[in-house]
């Protein structure tokens, strides 16, 4: 029973557009989010992170929405950068817990 | 400073022989976690280690499945009579103290195929 859902396999998007990745969750007590992005033969990297009590988080070219009504959140990538080619992973938790729920992962193909 | 170290990169066995993992965390790290990703899934929680604590061994998803963290740093994921199923890329990740609110450093992880 998969927690976290990433419905997109993949993304292409045209150099300088935003990247815009999706990412649902079923369990409602999640109160932390983050994203991970991962290059072929390594490991994943943490990119950006929110909690529950925000509905956004900016940083950089990178901004995490969390619309904890609809259990929705989505990474915004803006201008997306050909080196941003990689497979990118929603995960959640219970702040306070230690185990976190991974998505399957977007790979994102960013054109130049 | 170094990140977490895995070997080996890659490990091809035959069904039904025992292999071990390794895993190096970052020093100080005191939170490790194993995690595997099989072909076009997520990453799949196995184990989790916090200082002297019991480990949390909530997603090893077979008694053929067992781990180890020595002196509270190096650990081993073991996998006795390997079946083809046990085929994945074996992550192991460290965080500086526990709880969700500080971000996993991953390794590059070890492939196994299990033929």
């Known amino acids: 029973d998969q927690q976290v859902k990433q419905n997109s396999p993949s993304l292409s998007v045209q150099e300088g557009r935003i990247s815009i990745l999706n990412c649902d969750y079923t369990?409602?007590?999640?109160?932390?989010f983050l994203w991970y992005k991962k290059y072929p033969a390594e490991g994943p990297t943490f990119l950006i992170s929110i909690s529950s009590i925000k509905d956004k988080n900016e940083d950089g070219r990178f901004t995490v929405f969390l619309n904890k009504s609809a259990k929705h959140l989505s990474l915004h990538i803006v201008p997306s950068q050909p080196g941003d080619s990689a497979v990118y992973f929603c995960?959640?938790?219970?702040?306070?817990?230690?185990?976190?729920?991974f998505g399957s992962g977007t790979k994102l193909n960013v054109k130049p | 400073g170094a990140g977490v170290s895995q070997s080996p990169s890659n490990k091809v066995t035959e069904k039904g022989k025992d292999v071990e993992l390794r895993c190096d965390p970052i020093?100080?790290?005191?939170?490790l976690y194993w995690y595997r990703q099989s072909l076009g899934q997520g990453l799949e929680f196995l184990i989790y280690f916090q200082g002297n604590s019991a480990p949390d061994k909530s997603g090893l998803p077979s008694d053929r499945f067992s781990a180890e963290r020595t002196g509270g740093s190096v650990s081993t994921l073991t996998i006795q009579r390997t079946q083809q199923e046990d085929s994945a890329v074996y992550l192991c990740?460290?965080?500086?103290?526990?709880?969700?609110?500080?971000?996993?450093?991953f390794g590059n992880g070890t492939r196994l195929t299990v033929t």
């Open positions: 995960a959640a938790s219970l702040y306070n817990f230690n185990k976190f729920y």
């Open positions: 020093s100080g790290h005191t939170a």
């Open positions: 990740a460290s965080s500086p103290r526990p709880g969700a609110g500080s971000p996993l450093h």
């Open positions: 369990n409602s007590m999640f109160d932390y």
